[in-house]
């Protein structure tokens, strides 16, 4: 982040930067020199407003020139269907993602999504991030390019997808409840999918319930954000 906080002071002209404006530039954008001088016009504004970070960085990842977008079009059309379908479904979970929710959610079977995993294949776009006795957790080496990813597909592939993984979710969450399990974790999973989706009433639902959850622990900023998604 500190190397992020240098060029990000270089390239918008200012001696210092805020740290934590620094650490979410350099997790969007991987320290990719490219994705950050694509964004440097966009995150002018942030300096004086750190607030608007989230909305500047999201808004200018969709708009990232076509040369850029041309660099991973390229990269992913030299993968084999197979492996852009898993990159997909990863980039349709999130920049984080667990084993047993892709192999889950893939149009395919669990073998292929292991077998790339395990290959070196796809290693420019996903990497191992750690592991506990029930799964195998990966991330995607720079959250941009799972945007970049994500944006490639239609809108009703992204829908499909998330329907996909909100189902995923709920079967996880009957299944802790059955054995006695804590799933609260999962409830705001089940919003977030439900609502890119497509599926609104059951966003609400989801989103309602992730803000009860939230008051109970006394993350007031949270709930109020969750009430008004």
Not at 163 to 187: C, F, M, P, T, V
Not at 188 to 201: E, I, P, Q, W
Request: proline share 2%; aromatic share 6%; charged share 25%.
């Amino acid at each position: 982040a500190e190397a992020i906080a240098d060029m990000l002071c270089d390239i918008l002209g200012v001696e210092t930067i805020q740290q934590d404006v620094a650490a979410k530039v350099h997790e969007r954008c991987g320290g990719s020199p490219l994705f950050l001088e694509s964004m440097a016009p966009a995150l002018a504004s942030v300096h004086d407003d750190p607030s608007k970070l989230d909305d500047v960085l999201t808004e200018s990842l969709s708009k990232l020139s076509s040369g850029v977008n041309e660099i991973f079009l390229a990269q992913l059309d030299r993968l084999n269907l197979q492996d852009q379908m898993i990159v997909k479904t990863a980039a349709a979970i999130g920049s984080r993602f667990d084993r047993s929710v892709l192999a889950s959610t893939y149009p395919g079977t669990a073998s292929e999504v292991d077998e790339a995993l395990q290959s070196n294949r796809l290693t420019q776009y996903i990497s191992k991030a750690d592991s506990t006795s029930e799964d195998v957790h990966f991330a995607f080496n720079n959250a941009a390019v799972s945007e970049i990813v994500y944006n490639l597909m239609l809108v009703t592939q992204r829908q499909r997808l998330h329907l996909q993984i909100a189902e995923w979710y709920q079967k996880e969450r009957k299944s802790r409840q059955a054995q006695g399990l804590n799933s609260d974790d999962i409830i705001s999973m089940l919003a977030y999918h439900y609502k890119r989706s497509g599926n609104a009433d059951m966003a609400k639902n989801y989103l309602i319930a992730a803000g009860a959850i939230a008051v109970t622990r006394g993350l007031y900023a949270e709930a109020e954000s969750r009430y008004t998604e």
